[in-house]
């Protein structure tokens, strides 16, 4: 089964950092872009970043940029956002999920995880 | 970078089709064949249902197709089933920030 399965989320305090995970499994992870997605509560979706098969083109919001990082390790099969000097806007759930094309950008996500809270709160 | 401009809210009564509109520019709608629609159900993570304009992932009902004229894309409904009833999303490629960006999102409601 495909399988993307965020972790790392909680409550830290404006200014603070944080570090998310997505384990993925069921799919060959090194053959496919990957993004972070987010959501505000009660809002729409938010596309925060998307990192390629290898690793070597990042990309990201200017809401984040400068401020979050983007990361894979693919023996791992795991997709990394690190969060720094974080603020209260930032309060989401984040998904993180599959490029649906292998080996190419397609702009398009065909798997989802179910997302991990994050909350920016003092 | 600006999000794509969808209706706040759209309303149709079951068996009838509805259309929901996604507006952008010539730098990601009209530019690239990268639009997608995304359905989300309440507490639901986004499900992926028309890709690069018009096509269907597996699984996906042929109820549902998009579609594209100019910068303005759409996504047809057709046969409307209470189950349909969830928010919308499109979403494109812009070469404005190399990746992509959302609409605003769009609350069906099957009457």
Same mark, same amino acid.
Request: proline share 3%; aromatic share 10%.
């Given at each position: 089964?495909?399988?993307?399965?965020?972790?790392?989320?909680?409550?830290?305090?404006?200014?603070?950092?944080?570090?998310?995970?997505?384990?993925?499994?069921?799919?060959?992870?090194?053959?496919?872009?990957?993004?972070?997605?987010?959501?505000?509560?009660?809002?729409?979706?938010?596309?925060?970043?998307?990192?390629?098969?290898?690793?070597?083109?990042?990309?990201?919001?200017?809401?984040?940029?400068?401020?979050?990082?983007?990361?894979?390790?693919?023996?791992?099969?795991?997709?990394?956002?690190?969060?720094?000097?974080?603020?209260?806007?930032?309060?989401?759930?984040?998904?993180?999920?599959?490029?649906?094309?292998?080996?190419?950008?397609?702009?398009?996500?065909?798997?989802?995880?179910?997302?991990?809270?994050?909350?920016?709160?003092? | 970078?600006?999000?794509?401009?969808?209706?706040?809210?759209?309303?149709?009564?079951?068996?009838?089709?509805?259309?929901?509109?996604?507006?952008?520019?010539?730098?990601?709608?009209?530019?690239?064949?990268?639009?997608?629609?995304?359905?989300?159900?309440?507490?639901?993570?986004?499900?992926?249902?028309?890709?690069? &304009?018009?096509?269907?992932? *597996?699984?996906? @009902?042929?109820?549902?197709? #998009?579609?594209?004229? +100019?910068? !303005?894309?759409?996504?047809?409904?057709?046969?409307?089933?209470?189950?349909?009833?969830? &928010?919308?999303?499109?979403? *494109?490629?812009? @070469?404005?920030?190399?990746? #992509?960006?959302?609409? +605003?999102? !769009?609350?069906?409601?099957?009457?």
């Amino acid at each position: 089964e495909v399988q993307l399965v965020e972790s790392g989320g909680g409550l830290v305090q404006p200014g603070g950092s944080l570090r998310l995970s997505c384990a993925a499994s069921g799919f060959t992870f090194s053959s496919c872009a990957m993004s972070w997605v987010r959501q505000a509560p009660g809002k729409g979706l938010e596309w925060v970043s998307i990192i390629s098969t290898r690793g070597t083109n990042t990309y990201y919001a200017d809401s984040v940029k400068g401020r979050f990082t983007i990361s894979r390790d693919n023996s791992k099969n795991t997709l990394y956002l690190q969060m720094n000097s974080l603020r209260a806007e930032d309060t989401a759930v984040y998904y993180c999920a599959k490029d649906l094309r292998a080996g190419q950008w397609s702009y398009s996500m065909d798997v989802w995880g179910k997302g991990t809270t994050v909350t920016v709160s003092s | 970078q600006s999000a794509l401009t969808q209706p706040a809210s759209v309303s149709g009564s079951p068996g009838q089709s509805i259309t929901i509109s996604c507006t952008g520019t010539s730098s990601d709608v009209g530019g690239y064949n990268y639009v997608s629609w995304y359905q989300q159900h309440p507490g639901k993570a986004p499900k992926l249902m028309i890709y690069e &304009d018009n096509k269907r992932p *597996s699984g996906v @009902s042929n109820r549902f197709s #998009g579609s594209k004229s +100019g910068n !303005t894309a759409s996504l047809t409904i057709s046969g409307l089933q209470a189950e349909d009833e969830a &928010d919308y999303y499109c979403s *494109s490629y812009t @070469s404005s920030s190399t990746f #992509g960006v959302f609409g +605003g999102g !769009t609350k069906l409601t099957v009457l």
